[in-house]
């Protein structure tokens, strides 16, 4: 049983649009597959329309937070994780939630309110890559991002159209668009404390993205990491792309400390990024428990699955 639990579609970043999404999971072998697109669930409707038989689709939605200094540097923080001096912008996080109630009124406008400052802050992100010397323009990076949800994937696409970068993850340094990069602009992002909260109250489960992904910027410090477990956290993605070995073994045993579930994914973007569809995947008997603890929406089977 080959389960993917962590991608995106052209309702936010991808390139894929949800359709394709689920035709391409399940010509790639897999036997489920989550889509979680950044603060939306606008995929899902056409995801399930379309979905093959012998498919299972996961609902889910990947939240924006932001640890703030209260906590990410309360502790020091791991060796990775260490704050700039004079840094008090937290740190950025992305939580996977599934399986949640989508009308759900309060997780509903908070996941507006990260939608809705999408467009200024990505203007923003465009006029200091300008002011870097990058002959960028808010209308390229609108043609790019469509219909989607417009983020910083739709202008590190632009970047690698303009030979700035060779790829869309070289984008995501500190000389572009990292978490603590020159062109970077903060939005509003959920308290991860909140973010857990309204979930569990949606009736969803809360797995931690790419937690220890060191190149996209500061990491979420282990204390900090302690303190989401206790507070509600389901589970930590240990196998991604932007994971080395040490980084997934330190992961497996911080998880197996905090009781915390380990999972799988590809976060797979289409062709904006270079990860295939189920290049990670999620053990079956921990994707059994996720789908066990919600309470807020069922997996959707595809005809005759």
């Known amino acids: 049983m080959r389960i993917d639990l962590h991608t995106h579609s052209t309702a936010s970043d991808g390139t894929d649009t949800p359709a394709e999404l689920v035709r391409n999971a399940a010509a790639q072998g897999l036997d489920v597959v989550a889509l979680t697109d950044h603060d939306t669930v606008g995929g899902h409707a056409e995801?399930?329309?379309a979905l093959p038989p012998g498919l299972t689709l996961v609902t889910g939605a990947e939240l924006s937070c932001r640890l703030r200094p209260a906590v990410s540097g309360a502790s020091g923080a791991a060796s990775d994780a260490?704050?700039?001096a004079g840094d008090d912008d937290g740190i950025g996080l992305h939580l996977l939630a599934y399986?949640?109630?989508?009308?759900?009124?309060?997780?509903?406008?908070?996941?507006e309110l990260v939608r809705d400052d999408r467009v200024p802050r990505a203007q923003a992100m465009v006029t200091k890559l300008r002011e870097l010397g990058v002959p960028i323009t808010w209308e390229q990076v609108a043609r790019i991002a469509g219909d989607g949800a417009v983020g910083r994937p739709h202008i590190a696409t632009a970047?690698?159209?303009?030979?700035?970068?060779?790829?869309?993850?070289d984008a995501f340094t500190a000389q572009w668009l990292g978490n603590d990069g020159r062109a970077y602009v903060s939005k509003h992002e959920l308290d991860p404390f909140d973010a857990i909260r309204l979930v569990k109250a949606a009736g969803g489960v809360t797995v931690l993205a790419h937690?220890?992904?060191?190149?996209r910027g500061r990491c979420v410090p282990e204390s900090a990491l302690a303190e989401l477990a206790a507070a509600g956290l389901d589970g930590?993605?240990?196998d991604h792309m932007d994971h080395d070995g040490p980084a997934r073994a330190r992961l497996r045993a911080l998880a197996a400390d905090l009781d915390l579930l380990t999972t799988g994914s590809s976060d797979y973007h289409g062709s904006r990024k270079t990860c295939r569809l189920g290049e990670y995947t999620t053990d079956p008997e921990?994707?059994?428990e996720i789908v066990r603890r919600a309470t807020g929406a069922f997996p959707v089977p595809g005809a005759g699955g």
């Open 99 to 111: 399986l949640f109630d989508p009308r759900e009124p309060d997780l509903a406008r908070e996941r």
């Open 159 to 169: 970047l690698v159209d303009l030979g700035v970068v060779p790829t869309v993850s």
């Open 286 to 288: 921990i994707y059994g």
């Open 82 to 84: 260490t704050p700039a």
């Open 211 to 215: 937690p220890l992904a060191r190149k």
């Open 236 to 238: 930590v993605e240990t």
């Open 47 to 49: 995801a399930m329309a």
